[in-house]
């Protein structure tokens, strides 16, 4: 009688043992976020714009770790001087540190557009959702005004806005401009998040939550709004980088940031008149803006791609 402690292994035809396996583990299922981050960490563009954009995050939040030097002191007798070692890009026609002037004119820029983005959002968010998933009149209504608000120009209605907006000389305008591109660049998002919503209420998950009795607010921020939000995100990504550029454009046709404001966009504006003879003043905020610009656009580029599988 052989003991129960006893583990018995059957011979294979060769004589040998047959060693019991250790069942084979089978791979979870990825979510679509899994799936995304995934391929992003392949691209060599997403980690080269996340450090870009890190870059320009610090330097807007901790601006004295890249320089000591404040950017309102300006003597003319540095007029056009060249590069220094505390002066690294040299000085413009007042003779002002245009290095520090870069650095120190990023939080404006960055912070007009994280907000005027997230204004956008939340308009295009609300529009979206609503037309998305009531449908009907309420659909073609929205839907329409979307459309007109598509056919305004945007560049002369942000002009027309933004003035109306900063009409106090002591304002430095940064509210103005925040408040103007939040209300005119929230259309793109408002359709993109109206077709995800169609799409996600007519899944059969949202069928069988109404079908248990979900309340609309439920159904709505429960199961269509974390399945719908993932392309709005990615397009809020690139809005962000089209907002620093038209703050910028703006602050250059002098109807966004006032000039006790340090703006690329005025930086741009000042270096433009003696472009000819000094063009430094105009390249480096230049530079520096349309690779800010370059940076958010890449990032919102590759999420995009990953999200969407018909593009990997």
């Given at each position: 009688m052989s003991d129960l402690n006893t583990v018995t292994t059957a011979e294979a035809p060769g004589g040998q043992p047959n060693v019991p396996r250790s069942p084979v583990k089978k791979d979870k299922p990825r979510s679509l976020a899994g799936d995304a981050w995934a391929d992003l960490r392949k691209r060599k563009i997403f980690w080269v714009s996340v450090v870009m954009v890190a870059i320009v995050l610090v330097m807007a939040a901790w601006p004295t770790l890249f320089t000591s030097a404040d950017?309102?002191?300006?003597?003319?007798?540095?007029?056009?001087?060249?590069?220094?070692?505390?002066?690294?890009f040299g000085f413009d026609y007042q003779g002002c540190d245009i290095y520090a002037k870069v650095i120190h004119g990023a939080r404006n820029s960055i912070v007009v557009g994280v907000l005027s983005t997230a204004l956008a959002g939340v308009i295009g968010l609300f529009f979206g959702l609503a037309a998305g998933y009531f449908g009907g009149w309420l659909d073609a209504f929205l839907s329409r005004f979307v459309d007109i608000m598509l056919g305004v120009p945007f560049l002369l209605a942000g002009i027309v806005l933004s003035n109306r907006l900063s009409s106090d000389p002591k304002s430095d305008g940064i509210f103005a401009v925040t408040l103007t591109l939040g209300l005119l660049s929230w259309t793109s998002g408002a359709r993109v998040m109206r077709s995800a919503v169609i799409s996600a209420k007519n899944q059969d998950y949202v069928a069988a939550a109404r079908m248990l009795g979900s309340k609309p607010s439920r159904l709505i921020f429960r199961h269509i709004v974390p399945n719908s939000i993932a392309s709005y995100v990615v397009l809020l990504t690139l809005l962000l980088g089209i907002n620093i550029a038209s703050e910028a454009t703006l602050s250059f046709l002098g109807v966004g940031l006032k000039n006790n404001a340090i703006s690329w966009g005025i930086?741009?504006?000042?270096?433009?008149?003696?472009?000819?003879?000094?063009?430094?003043?105009?390249?480096?905020?230049a530079l520096f803006l349309g690779v800010t610009v370059l940076a958010f656009?890449?990032?919102?580029?590759?999420?995009?791609d990953a999200f969407d599988p018909k593009l990997r």
């Open positions: 950017p309102g002191a300006c003597a003319l007798s540095n007029q056009y001087k060249g590069p220094t070692g505390a002066a690294l930086m741009i504006s000042e270096g433009t008149q003696f472009a000819r003879t000094e063009p430094w003043p105009l390249v480096w905020p656009i890449m990032l919102g580029d590759a999420v995009r």
